[in-house]
């Protein structure tokens, strides 16, 4: 809505008039007034882009045309937000532009970076080229459209690229209205060379994300998960990118784990499962007939999933959004080109560094995860900054598509190539300019702003002759809400689409291998040791729990694809807190393992140097295991029982071991219950055990009493047989004149 000059307004040009009597340099015009702002005014302290603030926030939307054009006014509509408790009135949107060119790709990387208040050209405050807006409420958004006129823009018709851009202001209760802006929004704008070609440019689409879990195993924020897969989320913007793409080429490039994670939020979101793989025995059939080991992977629908009702409300809203993302991704994906990065998004130049085995784990999930989801898929690397240490790229397998940034292969200081030979490496070269996207304020990763980059990135081209192809590769975090923007570069006649594969091919150049550049930032970057420790300690946790259980359950290949999501380089920006949530995971395992227990007596008495012991060893989970009883003594005396013991589910059982004293005294007995190769399970019991120093002694005296009772009784049956009294001299009495029995009665 277009309104006549308002009080701002007019104060802006007596500002401006202001300016140029106070020596200031005048405006190229009298309808134009310096954006430049007064530093003892209002002053934002801030060094970057990301520190300055304004009270109304506002967002391009939509620029048209995206190239300057011979007789095209610019367009710019968007959207301004008040972001204070106040209420803000007689808001009026002028929009701003650069009068000389940027030229060359370094200063347009330059400009990208600048901070948001820096001067960049005068207001442009001609009638019916600005908008208004009455009156904002708090937390109050309201839409406009201003004009940038053509004859205000590239006036000398130099090829290059154009700042454009909006500025708001107006007034408060807390702040009266002046000339310096409340609100800032900018981007670039090329004006291509005469009789300019278009550059060939290939177009990849990252699936990436954040991927956590619970410790029981669940993914962790469904709520969120919700928001990104459904109508308007990122994830789902993503894929719709690739379904307007129409008959456009493009490449995708997926982290299979993203994928995982939403499968299981498809199925309810439900904890670690350990019940055995099709094919055990108690599994049901497997569709391949393979029988499972302990490290096979679970299927990817492992079980029926429960019903929306009967899962919680967050839970039932992801299995919903999931379940319609799991088909537009299908369709999306169709017969495309497909790259697939190691699993998890794993930091792969730390791995390097740190923790080999790690890096090649990564790689070997994620071609087994494509499989799983059949999808037919080549391996890549493409870190999110775009460079990749030496350690890295030398431990890649030969059949991988390195991606690497444009400013990570130009060691000679040349301009870097598409493609070519790198440590016997396939690389390809993306544009570090869209993957940086534009200038701030507004986030870099917009629609316009990654469209206005890459128009302009492919112009500067067109100005230095340069006819290198363009790969491009939007930012991990970018949300394409409206994808046909993108698209509209190659409507421009500015960009020719090509698939990937196609430029790669191409490209055959070999590249000395100090060609490859990794700066220091990069290197303190990395992921520390102290992740990859946590991680590897929770994958140990998961085989221990997968060779205890008695049937194959595929959980030691679950918890450490959990592992590997915990070493994304999305983990870069924080890594002590994905280092906590990894150590809770493995806590969860623990919590599962300590399920089976071992009880044992307080303390134990042994009349002898062997005897035996008791033990209880108790099963609480639902499913049978396997495991060991391993006895820890002083020394003192030693303790052998069964080699392995079966438990039901839900069930217990006696166990003995025989004991055998070296030495005499009071030994302490520790019983712990492992898997069968030794690993403590958690559950141990300690008790006493004393074996008695007179146990020889109490046998001889035992014995010494046998032989006088056996010869007591042989001397009495000897005499009664010979018809001799008891005692010597004695005669037997006589049995009228005896004496009755105490006790009896006489007759």
Known sequence: MFRPPSLTAALVGVLATAGCLLGGVPPANATLASSNEIATTRQVAATTTAEVTTPLEIKITDLTPSVIEPDA???????????????WTDINLYTFRSMTPIPDAASLALAAESEADEYLGDRILEPDTYATVPSLAADETATFTAIVPREALATGNQAGVYWVGVHALGA?????????????????????????????????????????????????????????????????????????????????????????????????????SLAPLPGSEGGDEPENGETPSTDSPPPVTPTPAPADEDLSPENAAAASAARDWLLLFQQAIGPRSVLTLPYGDVDMSAAARHAPETYDLALERSADAMTGLQVAASPALAPHS???????????????????????????????????????????????????????????????????????????????????????????TWNPADSQTLYDSFAEGVLQMRELSELVSAGSETLADDELVYPDAELEGELPTANFESARALMADG??????????????????????????????RDPESSRLATQRSAGGISDILGKVTIDGPSKVTLSSDQGNLGATISNELTEAVTVRVVALTDGGIQLEGPETITLAPLSRRRILLDATATRQGIHTVTLRVTDVEGEPLGSATTFSVRTA???????????????????????????????????????????????????????
């Open 172 to 272: 408060s209760p807390s702040t009266p209205g002046d000339a310096l802006a409340d609100g800032r929004a900018r981007t670039f704008i090329p004006l291509l060379p005469e009789d300019s070609k278009p550059i060939d440019a290939a177009l990849v689409l990252p699936l990436r994300a954040t991927v956590h879990y619970d410790p029981d195993g669940r993914v962790s924020d469904p709520v969120g998960w919700a928001k990104r897969l459904g109508a308007g989320g990122r994830l789902s913007n993503v894929l719709r990118a690739g379904q307007t793409a129409g008959s456009r080429p493009v490449t995708w490039l997926v982290d299979p784990a993203v994928v995982q994670a939403v499968t299981r939020l498809a199925e309810g979101n439900q904890p670690l």
């Open 73 to 87: 006014d610019v367009t710019i509509s968007g959207t301004v937000t008040n972001t204070t408790s106040e209420t």
């Open 386 to 476: 775009g460079y990749l240490s030496p350690e890295a790229l030398a431990r890649a397998p030969r059949e991988a598509l390195v991606l690497l940034s444009d400013t990570a292969v130009a060691g000679l200081g040349g301009l870097a190539p598409s493609s070519g030979q790198l440590l016997g490496h396939q690389i390809a070269t993306t544009s570090s300019g869209v993957a940086a996207g534009g200038p701030g304020p507004e986030s870099s990763s917009s629609p316009i702003a990654v469209r206005q980059r890459l128009l302009s990135e492919a112009a500067l081209r067109m100005v230095s002759g340069d006819r290198t192809p363009i790969i491009m590769v939007p930012p991990p």
């Open 543 to 572: 085989m221990v729990l997968s060779c205890v259980l008695d049937l194959p359950a595929g959980i030691g290949y679950s918890v450490g694809n959990i592992a590997l999501t915990g070493l994304s380089y999305f983990s870069r």
């Open 693 to 747: 120093q007179v146990s020889q002694v109490i046998w001889l005296i035992m014995a010494a009493g046998a032989v006088m009772l056996f010869g007591a009784i042989g001397v009495r049956l000897v005499r009664r047989l010979r018809g001799l009294p008891d005692q010597p001299g004695e005669d037997e009495p006589d049995a009228e004149n005896a004496e009755p029995e105490p006790g009896s009665t006489a007759t």
